[in-house]
């Protein structure tokens, strides 16, 4: 029985590992440092206020569901393993 939750775990593990290496891949890089700081361009336009609703939001937040996912998974994998 164990066997077998074992093995269930461990394909959606690589699922969700592969999951996570296209999604982290296919995201924009965020080049928001200090000059947005200094330029005053930030919190006050439409695109910062609406930035979950955008594609980019919600690759963002796949990506931190599958990244929790993961480290949940791999914790469950090595308490799987040891017993």
Not at 28 to 53: D, I, L, P
Not at 54 to 81: C, D, H, M, P, Q
Request: proline share 0%; glycine share 8%; aromatic share 8%.
């Amino acid at each position: 029985m164990i066997e077998i939750i074992r093995n269930i775990v461990l394909v959606i593990y690589v699922l969700v590992c592969i999951i996570l290496i296209v999604l982290a891949t296919i995201q924009t890089r965020e080049n928001n440092g200090a000059s947005q700081t200094v330029t005053g361009a930030g919190a006050n336009n439409f695109y910062e206020n609406n930035k979950g609703r955008t594609k980019e939001g919600k690759l963002k937040r796949y990506t931190i569901i599958s990244g929790v996912l993961f480290v949940i998974l791999a914790i469950a994998l090595s308490i799987l393993f040891v017993m």
